[in-house]
């Protein structure tokens, strides 16, 4: 479906010269989307990595389908559907392994499929058919609407203000977690926050990468910047640059060779991944 | 009789089902530097946590400076047995010597100059200073270990608890690690865990024996008093308790 809508898009004027490029509206506005996404991005992905809870971001982007589904069935912005659906699923396997001791997989596991599962019955129960469903399992920032921007915006702004209001308190618990709650800090709290705050970047990742995609742009910046840096700051600052460049480089190719966008970024991410990770090992094979 | 920091009474701990720690008593003073001495898995360990707050007692009272554990993050200082990190974690020594400051610091809150100067002090303090601006992750098994002791003297402790701090520290540092200890008693009441009864420094003022494992073989009185004296040339205190199939009752010969 994003294929028809690009290819319907590009057929008035096919070029392959930037300035063009950014002629259209929906260009600029996908690169708006492009520039905040990677903001949020670039400073929760260096928390999911540096914790390595990849896998409990990725659960949170798929319990988020049931939003989309609840999204369709009422008939509003599937994005608002998103909202409630991933917090919970942030607070739910936040609270199951960390105060009921169910093994992280498994509370993983049981939110990713029910999540799922609440999508496909309530996309199920919408009369008519769902339009755009694939834009939001795989992504189409080409279509992102003025309104999604806005949304985008204060999520940025929401995200960017809490994580550096606690920027102590969360490089303490990424670090050391032990000691964190030995000098009194609510580590649980602290915990769950920051698993709202992945829920919430998950949101605006939608629109770019789309649900199932969302955990490579959380991790793979971050990952690369990781390999570079000495502060999470520093780790932070480079990921989003890193993401940017991501975005722009995918979002550039996707226009060339009329493909998909979001896969076509998360194609870019994985290339840098490959070519910084066999850097770093040949590099530390000289050293040795 | 100076005032007493740590007051366990017949503390008894249980992890996962199993006693680890059981009818144990033992009084911690202002200015002691106590070394906590037994076999791995002789619950050293979990009397530290519980100390810190971290395990909850399941038997028996424990009390630390009058109120209940984890109630003055503030007054104490905790060196964690070797850290297990992610040696690629990008944080530099002085960031994570400035954690130590979090018990001090308000939530939401910069750190202030003041907790700048105090972990620059207590990074001069363990020597590390020419390192201040390095990865952790660079650093040697025994600089870590300074930089931990650093971390946890940026807190202005009055008492200090170590879990085994000369681990994975080759024999030179060790030697440095107890001269910064020897140092530290002075200010600090110190409490240190470890199994190496070999390296304990002799400025230790009080010994205590913990060995409440099932694999301990024979009587564990063969740790006997004398023994440890011989060992450590000054009295020692040997807090004794078994459990389990030998079925002893809690030996009282402890101080």
């Known amino acids: 479906m994003w294929c028809c809508t690009n290819t319907a898009l590009m057929a008035t004027n096919r070029t392959t010269d930037m300035p063009d490029f950014l002629h259209f509206e929906f260009m600029r506005n996908a690169l708006i989307a492009a520039l905040l996404s990677s903001i949020a991005c670039g400073i929760i992905g260096s928390y999911v990595v540096v914790r390595r809870i990849g896998s409990i971001s990725g659960g949170i982007a798929h319990t988020a389908f049931g939003g989309i589904g609840l999204g369709y069935y009422l008939g509003v912005n599937p994005l608002l559907g998103v909202i409630p659906f991933s917090l919970i699923a942030a607070i739910g396997i936040g609270l199951l392994t960390r105060k009921a001791k169910v093994a992280e997989d498994t509370a993983i596991g049981a939110f990713w499929a029910t999540g799922m599962a609440v999508g496909v019955i309530l996309i199920g129960m919408t009369p008519g058919y769902a339009p755009n469903l694939f834009s939001y399992l795989f992504g189409n920032i080409l279509t992102v609407p003025v309104s999604d921007l806005r949304l985008i915006l204060m ?29 009194g800090l609510r580590t649980i709290a602290l915990d769950l926050l920051m698993l709202c705050l992945i829920a919430l970047t998950v949101v605006i990742m939608v629109r770019v990468v789309g649900i199932v995609m969302v955990i490579a742009l959380l991790t793979i910046p971050a990952a690369v910047a990781k390999m570079f840096s000495r502060t999470l700051h520093g780790m932070m600052a480079l990921s989003i640059l890193l993401s940017m460049l991501f975005n722009f480089a995918g979002l550039w190719l996707s226009w060339v060779f009329d493909v998909a966008s979001g896969a076509t970024v998360i194609l870019v991410a994985a290339f840098v991944f490959l070519v910084s990770g066999a850097a770093t090992a040949m590099a530390g094979r000289r050293r040795h | 009789m100076s005032e007493p920091v740590i007051v366990c009474d017949r503390l008894g701990v249980t992890l996962g089902g199993m006693k680890v720690l059981d009818s144990l008593s033992i009084t911690v003073y202002r200015g002691d530097y106590l070394a906590v001495l037994g076999p791995n898995g002789g619950g050293k360990t979990t009397l530290l946590r519980a100390i810190l707050g971290l395990e909850k007692p399941s038997s028996g009272t424990l009390t630390v400076f009058g109120g209940p554990p984890g109630h003055a993050p503030g007054r104490v200082g905790y060196v964690p047995q070797r850290l297990f990190f992610d040696r690629d974690f990008p944080i530099s020594v002085e960031e994570v010597v400035l954690m130590g400051r979090l018990s001090r610091c308000r939530l939401m809150r910069r750190y202030s100059r003041i907790d700048r100067e105090k972990a620059g002090e207590a990074i001069e303090t363990v020597g590390l200073a020419r390192l201040r601006h390095k990865r952790i992750g660079t650093l040697s098994g025994g600089e870590l270990q300074r930089a931990l002791i650093a971390r946890a003297l940026a807190g202005d402790p009055e008492l200090l608890l170590l ?29 240190l865990v470890t199994h190496d009864t070999g390296t304990v420094g002799r400025s230790v003022s009080r010994v205590a024996c913990l060995s409440c494992t099932l694999d301990m073989h024979g009587p564990a009185s063969s740790l006997g008093t004398s023994a440890l004296e011989n060992i450590y040339g000054h009295p020692v205190d040997v807090v004794l308790h078994e459990h389990g199939p030998y079925g002893n009752k809690p030996d009282d010969r402890h101080a």
């Open chain 1, 155 to 183: 999520l940025d702004i929401l995200i960017g203000g809490l994580a550096w209001l606690f920027s102590k308190e969360f490089l303490a618990v990424s670090f050391d977690e032990e000691f964190s709650r030995v000098s």
């Open chain 2, 163 to 191: 879990d085994e701090p000369t681990a994975s520290v080759d024999p030179d540092m060790k030697t440095t690690i107890y001269d910064l200890l020897d140092h530290l008693k002075e200010h600090h009441t110190i409490v």
